[in-house]
């Protein structure tokens, strides 16, 4: 059972326009959700953040956009540039779990074109 | 801040050995660390959950005999995959977190057992 989906796996993009990247979840115990990004044969690099009592978290270039009653959550990237060209993956976990351990999507491979 | 490192970055090995892959925290005590693997174009799939200075906590499927997880120190986890066979080979992942919700990851190792 997938509780965290990201259904496309690929996106481009134009440089300089938005890039919006959509993850979905069914564990309705998720409070905290987190987008990484990832480059070939390297680890995840944290980007951005939001707790389930927020619905929208900013961070420069980067905004995450979180609804609960629909169980989704989208992460926003503008303007988009060549090097935002990855893996991005969604990951939520329960605070009830007290490791906290993340649950991944599967990932969207994100291609920004000249 | 909040820098994972992980070594060795690669390692080939012949089937039968064992290999042993360490994760440090650099500039930060970790309360909690996580292995995960990943295979080609999947997602990350967590292995298990170590805390200091206590046995791992193993995730379903994960031979907890077959994948040694010792967690000596706030700084320090290792994980020995014994008697390596080539579908062991994967992308092995660290991740460490101290107090707040947020992981961060190593950069991984790359296993290929011959």
């Known amino acids: 059972d997938q509780q965290v989906k990201q259904n496309s796996p690929s996106l481009s993009v134009q440089e300089g326009r938005i890039s919006i990247l959509n993850c979905d979840y069914t564990?309705?115990?998720?409070?905290?959700f987190l987008w990484y990004k990832k480059y070939p044969a390297e680890g995840p690099t944290f980007l951005i953040s939001?707790?389930?009592?927020?619905d929208k978290n900013e961070d420069g270039r980067f905004t995450v956009f979180l609804n609960k009653s629909a169980k989704h959550l989208s992460l926003h990237i503008v303007p988009s540039q060549p090097g935002d060209s990855a893996v991005y993956f969604c990951?939520?976990?329960?605070?009830?779990?007290?490791?906290?351990?993340?649950?991944f999507g599967q990932g969207t491979r994100l291609t920004i074109n000249p | 801040g909040a820098v994972v490192s992980q070594h060795p970055s690669w390692v080939i090995c012949k089937s039968g050995t064992s290999v042993k892959i360490e994760c440090r925290s650099l500039?930060?005590?970790?309360?909690?660390m996580f292995w995960y693997r990943q295979f080609p174009k999947q997602s990350l799939m967590l292995m298990a959950t170590?805390?200091?200075?206590?046995?791992?906590?193993?995730e379903q499927g994960v031979e907890k005999d077959k994948f040694l997880i010792n967690h000596a120190s706030l700084t320090l986890s290792t994980l020995t995959v014994t008697s390596a066979h080539p579908e062991d080979s994967s992308f092995y992942i660290c991740?460490?977190?101290?107090?707040?919700?947020?992981?961060?990851f190593g950069p991984g190792t790359r296993l290929t057992v011959l």
């Open positions: 991740s460490a977190r101290d107090l707040g919700p947020n992981q961060f």
């Open positions: 564990n309705s115990m998720f409070d905290y």
């Open positions: 939001i707790s389930s009592i927020k």
């Open positions: 990951a939520a976990s329960a605070s009830y779990q007290g490791a906290q351990k993340l649950v």
């Open positions: 500039d930060f005590q970790a309360t909690t």
């Open positions: 170590s805390n200091e200075g206590s046995k791992a906590t193993y």
